[in-house]
């Protein structure tokens, strides 16, 4: 499982022209079943990305292809967790 924070860059101001890029880069990654669970870091400090069931190469691939990546507009840093102990709606991830 991995957490990846988006932190904003300094081309933050160009997030609007962005953001519907992003938003279809975002359900690409839920109809993939690749992100479980996406948010923004506050106070207006980026967003956060948690995913499971691809390799940490095939994750950095897909942040490539998000136009706030691509334009800049978002630094990526990728954790990556191994779960040991969840409560029972997220025991898939220890499976």
């Known amino acids: 499982m991995f957490i990846v924070f988006l932190t ?3 081309n933050k101001a160009a997030a609007p022209q962005f953001m519907d890029g992003h938003n279809a880069w975002i ?5 993939a079943g690749v992100f479980l669970c996406t948010g923004s870091l506050r106070p207006a400090a980026g ?3 948690i995913a499971h ?3 940490r190469e095939a994750l950095e691939a897909r942040l490539d292809a998000d136009p706030f990546v691509v334009h800049d507009v ?3 840093e990728i954790r990556e967790i191994a779960p040991g ?3 029972p709606a997220l025991d898939f991830l220890t499976a």
Request: aromatic letters at 10%; a negative charge; zero cysteines.
């Open 47 to 49: 967003g956060v990305v």
């Open 53 to 55: 069931g691809e390799s």
């Open 8 to 10: 904003f860059s300094d």
């Open 85 to 87: 102990r969840t409560v």
């Open 74 to 76: 978002v630094k990526t």
């Open 27 to 31: 359900a690409e990654g839920f109809d």
